[in-house]
């Protein structure tokens, strides 16, 4: 705390509602006409966040483990995924970055607190309401989630059970359930919306499924524990972070294999992966390093390493691509990047843990 008021003091810090600090004035916002909506895994709540002014303009209880956090392409409604797994301590490693589990167990099988399954869903909030209206079936252990570009069925990891299941936004059920590989964490569709990917945590496996049929059309690996994807404005490059090495993957996405694999500065544990929307530019959250990559992404060249939050894990962007914010787990904030000056200039307070972030233009 004592340091936090140095550095407030240094750049004099003006109190302005719920923004912790600021390291330098906000005025580069004014005008900015979107919500940024962040889940917090401990506190079962989202956070609602002024883009304008960075003010949180309350906060919406959702249930057990709110993570993976989405709008729908309307902006209408933010869908977020929720568990009913108890949080774990992070997994014991092998000497090549895998989870260790027991012969014949799953990493949810242990002799600690038991699941509640019935907490499992994917909870629906009303943008403008700014209340949670309803929950549908998310699958066993929601975690991450994309949705197709019509934004009429979401894809859904499901950690605990080896699979990813499709759910049809409109009737709330369970469409597809495809068999994946050990953890399957990251979830993304690609830019034709003609396939989506998931990332398995353990073994490094990322499958490949088609939106006509929602089959496994490819599979292939990349170093341990991706945990995300993005890709490049038009498809045919992909890029997927590995925590464990600490390393971006450069992918083929019409070949499916692995084109380049980037170290990252040492000490980064690599968890959120975002694409300009212009595609100049790739942003990788560095998880216990408290730092973003910023990556030239045609000769990949590392072009900044901005400090922000502890652990900043999921990230998201401004509509007109001038702001980037990080959801901070152990510090429950999240920071908010000037990506013209690739400084942090404010901190906000969030709930307890936060996760994910999504940003929502305002639609009235």
């Known amino acids: ?210 939106t006509a049929g929602y089959t496994v059309v490819g599979h292939f690996k990349v170093n341990v524990r991706p945990r995300s994807m993005d890709f490049l404005p038009g498809g045919g490059v992909g890029f997927i972070p590995s925590e464990s090495t600490g390393e971006l993957n450069v992918i083929d996405t019409v070949n499916l294999k692995v084109l380049k694999v980037i170290t990252l500065p040492p000490g980064s544990r690599p968890m959120s992966v975002k694409v300009a929307a212009d595609g100049r530019r790739i942003y990788v959250s560095n998880g216990r390093a408290g730092t973003v990559s910023v990556l030239d992404s045609r000769t990949y060249e590392l072009l900044n390493t901005i400090k922000v939050g502890v652990r900043p894990w999921g990230m998201a962007l401004s509509p007109d691509g001038k702001f980037l914010y990080t959801a901070n787990g152990p510090s429950n904030d999240v920071s908010v990047v000037d990506l013209a000056a690739n400084t942090e200039i404010a901190r906000i307070k969030a709930g307890s843990s936060p996760w994910a972030v999504a940003v929502v233009p305002n639609t009235n």
């Open 1 to 210: 705390m004592s340091t936090r008021r140095r550095i407030a003091g240094f750049y004099g810090f003006h109190a302005f509602g719920s923004v912790l600090f600021a390291l330098f004035p906000l005025t580069g916002q004014a005008g900015q006409n979107y919500q940024i909506f962040v889940s917090n895994e401990k506190s079962g709540d989202v956070s609602v966040i002024n883009g304008s002014d960075n003010r949180v303009l309350g906060t919406i209880p959702v249930g057990k483990r709110p993570r993976g956090i989405h709008a729908s392409p309307d902006g209408k409604t933010v869908y977020v995924a929720l568990s009913g797994t108890p949080i774990a301590a992070p997994p014991q490693l092998d000497a090549q970055g895998n989870p260790i589990f027991q012969k014949g167990k799953d990493d949810d099988d242990d002799d600690g607190p038991k699941a509640d399954k019935s907490a499992d869903a994917i909870g629906i909030v009303d943008v403008a309401r700014q209340k949670l209206t309803g929950k549908v079936s998310g699958g066993s252990d929601p975690e991450e989630f994309s949705l197709s570009k019509d934004g009429t069925r979401l894809y859904v990891s499901n950690e605990d059970t080896k699979t990813a299941s499709v759910i049809n936004t409109a009737t709330g059920k369970v469409e597809h359930i495809v068999a994946v590989g050990q953890e399957p964490e990251g979830v993304a569709t690609t830019p034709d919306g003609k396939r989506f990917y998931v990332t398995c945590e353990a073994g490094g496996d990322v499958y490949v499924i088609d």
